[in-house]
């Protein structure tokens, strides 16, 4: 089983067809694999309606022509993100109301056609609504059954502890999991990433407060920058044209040349096996790239490659 990667379904049922997700989705489960990240809203943004839930909904008619297979995978999802008017995100997002909430849960079960999810998601923040609000409808959803356990995404990391505060003083069941862009690039300092929501990257607050709370997973999306480490036609973005980029990539080379493989291999390997050790979530256009990033969150660096490529940071 292989408990240290997630597949990203994003562009399942947009920018990927069926019949490739399927060969994708097959290849994953066949390999062991069990957690597949999507989100109510995917991918609204590449669909002509401007709305999401096609990620889903393929899911859905894959574990509907795969009997059994339901069991064997976990499914996790979020809620948030949605636009009500087409066009019109981030300013029409459905945001995290109780009735948010409870509407999107309800179709996301329908279109995953499942009766429970084992990780649901609190896609990014939700300030007009009152947190309490939130983190109460939410643990409402666990404790029906219908959700494992819930995490959050794109939070403030002092949300992320208020959240979690209002949960324990109510006797609520609180965020055990926080999903960030994370990668072995940074960005040069006074810049942000380009692929993400403002408080959607890890920084060393957020590695802090992960050190001295190890009850809290992570989970870290867009983990190879969209193929940037590797691919010559995707130039990194200007924010990562700085010395620590180049002192970075200097080593990624020298590791992936010593184990024989490539940069996706090494950066996976070092997000799994850090500390925190982290989840990637990988997403995948083929079966190729899935048969790369398994190679890759199965490599295990030596304590020297380690500390050489933390050395760099």
């Known amino acids: 089983m292989t408990d240290n990667i997630a597949l990203g379904a994003m562009l399942f049922g ?40 096609q990620s889903e ?32 995100f981030p300013e029409t997002a459905e945001g995290l109301s109780a009735t948010a909430i409870k509407n999107g849960i309800e179709g996301s079960l329908r279109r995953l056609g499942t009766d429970h999810i084992e ?24 404790r029906t059954g219908t959700v494992g356990a819930l995490g959050c995404s794109n939070y403030a990391i002092w949300q992320v502890e208020r959240a979690r505060n209002i949960a324990r003083t109510n006797g609520w069941t609180g965020f055990t999991v926080l999903q960030q862009h994370h990668t072995y690039l940074r960005p ?30 992570l989970w870290a999306y867009t983990p190879l920058l969209s193929g940037q480490y590797t691919r010559s ?7 990562y044209a700085h010395p620590g980029t180049e002192r970075r ?13 490539t940069r996706n291999h ?24 899935l048969d790369e990033a398994l190679a890759g969150v199965a490599l295990v660096l030596t304590p020297d490659q380690r500390r050489r490529l933390d050395a760099a940071a």
Not at 17 to 35: H, N, P
Not at 119 to 134: I, M, N
Not at 233 to 239: A, I, N, T
Not at 266 to 284: C, F, R
């Open 14 to 53: 947009t920018v990927i067809d069926q019949q490739r997700s399927f060969e994708i989705l097959d290849r994953f489960v066949g390999a062991g694999g069990t957690w597949i990240d999507t989100a109510n809203c995917y991918a609204f943004w590449e669909h002509p309606s401007g709305f999401g839930g």
């Open 57 to 88: 909904e393929l899911l859905g008619r894959w574990l509907a022509r795969r009997p059994g297979v339901r069991d064997r995978v976990r499914i996790s999802t979020k809620v948030g993100c949605e636009p009500l008017e087409a066009g019109r």
């Open 119 to 142: 990780l649901y998601w609190a896609h990014k923040e939700d300030r007009g609504t009152p947190l309490a609000e939130t983190v109460g409808a939410l643990d409402e959803l666990v």
């Open 188 to 217: 040069r300092p006074g810049t942000r990433p380009t692929v993400v929501h403002r408080f959607g990257a890890v920084s060393d607050e957020v590695v802090d407060y992960l050190e001295c709370h190890p009850e809290m997973g």
């Open 233 to 239: 036609d995707k130039p990194l973005p200007s924010e």
């Open 249 to 261: 990539l200097a080593v990624l080379d020298e590791i992936a040349a010593e184990t024989g493989t």
């Open 266 to 289: 090494v950066v996976l390997a070092w997000l799994t096996g850090g500390h925190p050790a982290a989840t990637p979530i990988v997403g995948v256009s083929s079966v190729a790239q």
